[in-house]
């Protein structure tokens, strides 16, 4: 971003600088042009027509009048090539709709090509060149010709790369894909251009009709041409973000890459991801802010039609915006983001708006039609690696739980373990192990069913009584083990009596069981508890276990059950 003071500077010295340098280049370095006003008119027509078919390369526009300034130079001199040129530049400033922030483009590109019209009449004049229809007689004289040619493209990408580098503050490589495209068309308009001198010279004014359709054409077909390599790279692009996603199993790491592809892609300032929660209402899932400028919005959901996200869900039909006027009257203006170009897009599945994406540019006309079309095979792309992701988390969750208490297994818990002994800093845990005394007598007496409802219900309390303390999970049977991080060996302790006592005191209740009385059934039960700790007890994450398992049998089940027994060295 151009600071304000280099704005300034930037208008003070056109108005010091571009007055003086026309009419020091009038007064000295003018040729006769009297009786070819007119033709010079027709000269500026032309250049400014083919100003308005420019390519856009690293938010620098490249466009072809070289060649016909090329013919005007060498009929007319510099004076009538640098007016035309500057009248063109205007031509393609004012196609290009500057927003008030972006005005300082216009000094810098007049003060940039008038440099380069002047230096590149210094180099021609250096080699011997002349004006007049008579410059291209000889070969000896095209050295001259070759002479400028390179100069005007050499100066024009050289003072580019300052100004790009110096003023608008952006790293770049001199030898980029802007210099490519320069070079490249340099070659096809520069022969066209010197067709145009020979014809005027021999046929005049009527020279201008014929290779000037010819110019706009050309301008027309590259300006395609680069549109759709912009567009094939882009889709090649989109294809390679797909499957990217679809390779992600975790769902916020699929929405992470999502986001960070998107603002690679396009020019993107908020990104809005909505997921929708039954048929109520949409709920903010991620907002990304490129410039980290607006926390994550207090109002994080919209009904049906409201704003524009609910709006696209509603009409399960996308909606694409150029500026801020053409969405002012949709209520909530999506948080009243200081935003003007909106991309906006259903996120579906199997016909199902699932979801919404919802792209928010500063910059007025930031999206063009066909990146709609992109965003719309990429949302495609985004539900179907959500889907795959939300099968993955289902899978590893029923591959960690135990199907009955739906707790980790002890295939999870031994994972954990382990993980936890290598990440930790916190050298410090205690684990609990409970057995329940004489369940096989539940199990006789009431029922399998009935033995099952029991481990369910005690699965629910230890899950609300250790919360976020730690982790409980089956260990098999009607064994549970719970890990608690941090803890020492007598805060395990005192955690496991609060356990013993919850389940001692406060009976369960079976429905499903194998008695003849109706309704539901009063059950008390008690435990054995053993409570071992690292690195107090053991060495590793496995002897920490058998050390709980072995207080618990030694120290409760053989002492009587219904007790609480710890790890003695």
């Known amino acids: 971003m151009v600071r304000s003071n280099q704005q300034i500077s930037l208008w003070l010295g056109l108005i010091l600088i571009w007055p003086v340098s026309i009419f020091i280049c009038y007064r000295h370095l003018s040729t006769e042009m009297d009786g070819l006003w007119m033709h010079l008119f027709v000269f500026g027509l032309l250049m400014c027509a083919v100003a308005l078919f420019p390519i856009v390369i690293n938010d620098t526009p490249i466009f072809f009048v070289n060649g016909i300034s090329l013919a005007v130079f060498i009929y007319f001199g510099v004076y009538a090539e640098a007016i035309l040129t500057q009248a063109a530049i205007l031509s393609l400033l004012a196609s290009l709709r500057l927003e ?8 810098v590109n007049l003060l940039m090509f008038l440099f380069v ?8 004049w250096g080699l011997g060149g002349d004006h007049g229809p008579q410059v291209l007689i000889g070969i000896d004289n095209l050295i001259p010709v070759i002479g400028y040619i390179f100069t005007v493209f050499l100066a024009n990408q050289f003072i580019l790369y300052l100004v790009t580098r110096y003023v608008y503050g952006i790293e770049g490589k001199f030898l980029d894909r802007g210099f490519l495209w320069e070079f490249y068309t340099l070659t096809l308009v520069i022969p066209t251009g010197i067709v145009l001198y020979l014809l005027y010279v ?10 000037g359709i010819l110019f706009i054409i050309i301008s027309f077909i590259l300006k395609l041409y680069h549109s759709s390599q912009r ?8 294809s390679e973000i797909g499957h990217e996603l679809t390779a992600q199993m975790e769902e916020n790491e699929v929405i992470d890459l999502f986001n960070e592809r998107i603002t690679e892609l396009l020019q993107v ?10 048929d109520s209402h949409l709920q903010l899932r991620r907002f990304i802010d490129i410039g980290h400028l607006h926390a994550f919005p207090e109002k994080d959901r919209l009904i049906k039609f409201e704003s524009i996200s609910g709006t696209v869900w509603g009409n399960k039909r996308g909606m694409h915006f150029h500026h801020r006027r053409q969405w002012s009257d949709l209520n909530d203006k999506e948080f009243d983001l200081p935003a003007e170009s909106i991309l906006s897009l259903p996120i579906e599945r199997d016909n199902e708006v699932i979801g919404v ?15 709609y079309m992109i965003l719309s095979i990429l949302t495609n792309y985004l539900a179907v690696a959500m889907l795959n992701a939300s099968h993955y988390k289902e899978t590893k969750r029923n591959s960690e739980r135990d199907p009955l208490t739906k707790l980790f297994n002890y295939r999870y818990f031994e994972s954990y373990l382990s993980q936890w002994m290598d990440n930790t800093t916190d050298k410090m845990a205690a684990v609990i192990l409970i057995d329940m005394d004489h369940f096989k007598s539940i199990n006789d007496t009431y029922g399998h069913q009935s033995g099952n409802e029991i481990l369910k219900q005690l699965a629910v ?5 250790i919360g976020d303390k730690g982790i409980v999970a089956r260990y098999g049977g009607e064994e549970f083990i719970v890990f608690l991080p941090s803890a020492t060996l007598q805060q395990g302790h005192l955690f496991a009596e609060t356990i013993r006592e919850e389940i001692a005191e406060e009976p369960f209740y079976i429905k499903d069981h194998i008695l003849e009385e109706d309704g539901a059934v009063k059950v008390g039960i008690t435990a054995s508890i053993g409570v071992a700790s690292y690195p107090e007890d053991c060495n590793s994450p496995e002897e920490l276990v058998r050390c709980a398992d072995r207080a618990m049998y030694i120290g409760a089940k053989r002492r009587g059950r219904n007790r609480v027994a710890v790890m003695e060295k």
């Open 231 to 238: 567009v094939n790279n882009q889709l090649q692009k989109t």
């Open 117 to 124: 019209s002047f230096v590149a009449a210094m180099v021609y």
């Open 100 to 107: 008030k922030k972006e005005l300082y483009r216009i000094p």
């Open 461 to 465: 309390r230890l899950e609300t009584m």
């Open 357 to 371: 994406l919802t792209l928010m540019s500063k910059q007025k006309r930031a999206f063009d039609k066909y990146q």
């Open 269 to 278: 300032d908020y990104i809005l991801i909505y997921e929708k929660i039954e």
């Open 202 to 211: 021999e046929i005049g004014l009527s020279a201008v009709l014929f290779v």
